[in-house]
């Protein structure tokens, strides 16, 4: 298994190479400068100007089952300048706060040459390599192949390959560990006990494993693409999970470069520059992954709603970008790793779904409704969470249901669902994910669970007018 590596020329800058016959569990990288963590928070020392030629990547060499960058097999002649530069990535950051993805991905590859790739999903982050393709500096690309990835991506794969004129290497999971995971669990374990497990043997492992040859990444991530784990992102970053060649913390930067940009403006960025997409976008997918944790969305719905649909909205990562989960406020996870907590049992998110048609239902309040068995009028509630992304996408359609519904004998509420209520919630109001809505009939103690992701006002006052 080898990294993925691939440039758009025959020469790299900089370099680093691993033994050929070392065993996957020793594997060690001969250094080439060196990391180090400074007393200031978000500073690493790296050697610079380090630069070497190397074959072709066309060259095809031999095969090397070990994990290494597959220009990093090639030997070759060193030079390397002495000097040392301290880095602060925080300030860094912020000096390139309001600059384009173009002139990030130029930065990130002038200062690491080939010791920095970019980690492509198959998705719209085919947006970072027509980017690197324009500065005109050698870049390499990598991907994980979990083995169940939708056959639309794979060919996609081979169309970027023809395209930029690049061989993708990929990175795969062990498989003993996948055959341990299936016998004991099944195939779609994930469906019960969350996402987690499969991902961190199918993703998160060998990830791990293409990184150690590295001393920085570059991933698509943006800050609109995920509620609540990726809203502060910074463009440059000392990585706060994974390693890179020099080994411990502060050894692997994380550069971000699309973290500003609007999803909109990448997709204009694409169809201006005619890069070719996979054909999933074209049927509603928007978030792409692996095929059973993915689905197509509908309008109206947030992206990341197409990913892991089962679980809470508020932590949907799947280990890769980790580091963006709080573990002291907003977003820690829960017992299964799969829901979202706060550590007061509270947030200070803005309340939503205000109106003067809406009534707001209190612990009690809801209770009591629920107990009712004979109401004097029905009643459809959201269970919701303010911090919820998608929640927030149909504020505005359920507020106009509350607006149409005035005076017709319907009552519309909202309950807020997330922190210390949120286990009430779950054990007796059908909370499975923010949010959910319920219908609590005139003669009918027991509420009826709205069953579609469809939450434009339209559908919504089907729902009503079908049980009502």
Known sequence: ???????????????????????????????IGSFR??????????????????????????????????????????????????VDYERLAKELEKASPLEIIDKALE????????????????????????????????????????????????????HYGIHIEYMFPDAVEVQALVRSKGLFSFYEDGH????????????????????AWITG??????????????????DPVFEGIDGGIGSLVKWNPLANVDGKDIWNFLRAMNVPVNSL???????????????????????????????????????LHKGNLKQNGAAHLNGNGNGAAYANGTATESDIFNSQN????????????????????PWIVVLYAPWCRFCQAMEASYVELADKLAGSGVKVGKFRADGDQK????????????????????HSSKPIKYPSEKRDVDSLMAFVNALR
């Not at 987690?196 to 001393?215: H, N, T």
């Not at 792409?288 to 719905?301: D, K, S």
């Not at 286990?423 to 005139?442: D, H, M, N, V, W």
């Open 221 to 238: 991530q943006r800050k609109d693409q995920s509620p609540g784990t990726r809203s502060e992102i910074p463009v440059v970053q000392v």
């Open 423 to 442: 286990e009430y919630a779950k054990k007796e109001l059908q909370l499975g994910s923010f949010p959910t809505i319920l219908f609590f009939p005139r």
């Open 37 to 86: 963590v400074l007393d200031r928070q978000g500073m690493v020392n790296l050697s610079s100007q380090r630069r070497c030629a190397v074959r072709p990547v066309n060259a095809e060499p031999k095969r090397n089952d070990s994990m290494v960058p597959q220009a990093a097999a090639t030997t070759f002649d060193l030079e390397m300048s002495e000097k040392v530069e301290a």
């Open 358 to 377: 809406l009534v707001t239902l209190s612990r009690p309040g809801i209770e009591n409704l629920a107990k009712l068995e004979d109401r004097r009028e």
């Open 196 to 215: 987690q497990e499969c991902c961190r043997v199918r993703k998160v492992r060998p990830l791990r494993r293409a990184l150690k040859g590295l001393r």
């Open 111 to 162: 200062k690491f040459g080939n010791d920095i790739a970019i980690a492509f999903s198959g998705a719209e982050d085919v947006a970072l390599i027509e980017y690197a393709k324009l500065t005109g500096r050698p870049f390499r690309v990598f991907s994980l192949d979990t083995g169940r990835l939708n056959p639309e991506t794979y060919q996609f794969f081979d169309e970027v390959e023809k």
């Open 1 to 31: 298994m080898a990294l993925a590596v691939t440039s758009s020329s025959s020469s790299f800058s900089g370099s680093c190479f691993l033994r050929s016959n070392a065993s996957s569990s020793d594997l060690k990288a001969a250094q």
């Open 281 to 319: 976008h074209s049927q509603g997918y928007v978030s792409i992954g692996c095929e059973p944790c993915t689905r197509a969305v509908l309008p109206g719905q947030h992206e990341r709603e197409g990913r892991w649909w089962w679980e809470d909205a508020k932590a949907k990562e799947c280990g």
